[in-house]
């Protein structure tokens, strides 16, 4: 099961910035936050990831609550190509020592409109 | 860089045949995991190869099998397929395990089972 819970679905104005929030309550201490977005019919694309600390590269930024149970994916200036399904996911450690696979919540449905 | 290859990009076969889907990771990538994604299920995590080994496995049937190449490219099979096997086919690659490093999806195969 997915360790994340999000917002079946967002709307955002073309131009203005979309926060989409993530709870991860039971977040292990070494385990890392991870966005992805999925634009119809196409593959999950990687957005950002973070530990504790904020992060922020050229599409996105990630502010990570202190305690870690929560975290918000930023898309500072949403254009209509950002409509997709977002993903946060919390990178699981399987029983298998170094191999990692990715656990997929329903994720929030972003639409952005003109 | 060229990205994840999935080939083919759409397939259609019958109920009791068996399908062949394959994947080109990024070059120097060494990881390739498969998930299958359905609008009922969403994406669930198949199985990943690593060094020609198969090192996690979800939770589906011994219906679907994989392997990896020396050259790092892998293949799933489907066997004896049924009505609930149509769904988007992912593959994703990644450098290594590590969990710094994001995974890299191709645009999947799209199987339709009739």
């Known amino acids: 099961d997915a360790k994340t819970t999000q917002p079946p679905s967002m709307d955002c104005a073309e131009g203005r910035a979309a926060n989409l929030p993530c709870n991860h309550s039971?977040?292990?201490?070494?385990?890392?936050v991870y966005w992805y977005r999925q634009i119809h019919s196409q593959g999950p694309q990687y957005i950002i990831h973070g530990l504790k600390n904020n992060e922020t590269n050229e599409m996105a930024s990630l502010i990570i609550t202190e305690d870690r149970k929560s975290s918000t994916l930023i898309l500072p200036h949403a254009t209509l190509r950002d409509t997709a399904v977002y993903y946060c996911?919390?990178?699981?450690?399987?029983?298998?020592?170094?191999?990692?696979?990715?656990?997929f919540g329903k994720g929030t449905k972003l639409t952005v409109n003109p | 860089k060229a990205g994840v290859t999935q080939t083919p990009r759409y397939l259609i076969k019958t109920r009791g045949q068996q399908v062949t889907l394959s994947c080109s990771p990024i070059?120097?990538?060494?990881?390739v995991s498969w998930y299958q994604q359905t609008p009922g299920q969403g994406l669930q995590f198949l199985f990943e190869?690593?060094?020609?080994?198969?090192?996690n496995k979800g939770n589906f049937p011994g219906r679907f099998s994989g392997r990896q190449f020396s050259n790092s490219r892998s293949e799933m099979n489907v066997s004896t397929l049924e009505l609930g096997d149509s769904a988007l086919y992912l593959c994703?690659?990644?450098?290594?395990?590590?969990?710094?490093?994001?995974?890299?999806f191709g645009s999947g195969t799209r199987l339709t089972v009739v």
């Open positions: 996911i919390v990178r699981v450690q399987t029983s298998q020592g170094g191999s990692e696979k990715l656990v």
């Open positions: 070059s120097g990538h060494r990881s």
């Open positions: 190869y690593f060094s020609e080994t198969q090192r």
């Open positions: 039971t977040i292990s201490g070494n385990e890392y």
């Open positions: 994703a690659s990644s450098s290594a395990g590590t969990r710094t490093l994001g995974y890299t």
